[in-house]
């Protein structure tokens, strides 16, 4: 009775392939690898939901003409959840060869089979390989397996891209919900930007109106930290402004004045660096936006001593500023008279000085042809942007509706010629309403800042403790910017059976992946001879250097089947043998 269980079970899933069309049949596997070692092989996929079965069908002899035909291969063994089956020729029959090594856990389905089971031994081979789940049925395109004869060569995997709004760090939409000098972060509120909305960004603007004439209040500090220690709790970022007015009257500090704040705010600024994304320029005039200012040059009119005085604050703030963070000016004009006409290049990104560390924020964005004065010559301005945020940080925000300029295809346009990273949710909503109903709002959410992906990896199957360990990773960016503030980027091993890790620091600097670009990290680590003989699982980190035991803070990679939230690990799906 059991054999005809068996025998009706089998052909029922026979029936089914037949029936499931090809196209929707491809949809739900993916992560395909296969791997070997002189003695095994180790076949895996990564699959959604909660399938009963998950199988491997293999043509050892790449013969579609013998054993039993799935997917365009004649399978000559079975491997359906914990057991393989050899196929006997002559239609749907197979006989059961044993147990296997199998695992179906985190969307992932991994198993290990001895290579003399499959009638294969050290010499190099190859064979074709179908894979599925059921139910509902789901089956794989073709995926050939070239063996590496035992010594030590590896596999290839593929890695889909995911559609998912990502909370990434250092990127996307923000909050700003009122004065950081008077309102109170809540930490739930912000965890639940995180968690419930995707956002890991929220704006402080931290005004110094009664401290224009003299030192800041020791109160006024210590709410300071207050809000970036709720900030770090609840897993976010901040973008950092001092202002201190709100009036077009312009009520500012003098020179003096705020450079002896910003000698009292750099112990803080110093201290809290981990969780400050940026520092917007501030200080001057209303809003801390350059404009309408008593003590800098008002309403436009600015003689050469202001801008002497202007760039005296930039260049203190810049010097009380850990050297990883940049700080952003207001418009294009103000960078050019002060600093340099040139955009930054190449070669002078990340190198410290004070053009590589200072970005730009448009706060009225597509308000008006030259939105709201941000522009004084687009001719020329436009391609110095565009040049110069490959390197350093552009944000802002809306802050009037005006069609046609303000609808989808402008504000795609420019969002990604000018590298933006971050945008306001908050404001302008007229202008954000628009592009929903325009169709392109989930798109830009997605795309502020880096979207990194990976598209393929190449691995060894076997490494020996102390050896070399190859590793080839090519990382495609989809979104509109690089992240331009220092991140880590490790490969990182997982012993399969303890749960032992070790971290292996990779060279490549991930502020050089270009968006619209794809990156290949071809690396030969050393394997410590500390690491334990034993099976490795692959991982990929990029952890915050200031933050890397939170893993809220490392950046996740857009792919299906590959995110630990719990470690903030990119699992690289391939399984190495270290001996």
Known sequence: MRKLARCLALLAVFCASILVAPTAAQAAITGQSATDTATTVTYQFAYPGSPAYARTYVDTDRNAATGFAQGGVGADYLLENASLYRHNGGGWSWTLVGPVTYSASGGTARWTVARADLGESATPNDADLVFQVESPLETSAKYTHVYSGGGGGGGSVTYPPTTADIANPER???????DCDKNDFSPDTLRGYRTGQHISLVMCVFYLAEFRTGPIGQAALEQLQQQLDTVRAAGLKTILRFAYTTSTDGADASKAQVLAHLDQLKPYLNANSDVIYLVQAGFVGAWGEWYYTQNFGNAGTVTDADWANRKAVVDKLLGVLPSTRMVQLRTPKFKRTMYSTSPVTSGQAYGGSAPARLGHHNDCFLASPDDYGTYENAAVEYPYLEAETRYVAMGGETCNPNPPRSDCPTAKDELSRFHWSYLNTDYHTGVLGSWGSGGCLAEITRSLGYRLALRSGTY???AVRGGALPISVTIGNDG???PFNPRGLELVLRNTATGAVH?????????RWAAGATSTVSQTVTLPASVAAGSYALF???????LPSRPEYAIRLANEGTWEAATGLNNLLHTVTVS
Request: no cysteine; glycine share 10%; charged share 15%.
């Open 172 to 178: 996307g939409l923000y909050h700003h919900t009122g």
């Open 460 to 462: 060894p199957s076997m």
């Open 480 to 482: 509109y910017a690089a």
């Open 503 to 511: 971290r292996l620091p990779l060279s490549a600097d991930p502020r």
């Open 540 to 546: 990929l980190g990029l952890p915050d250097p200031l």
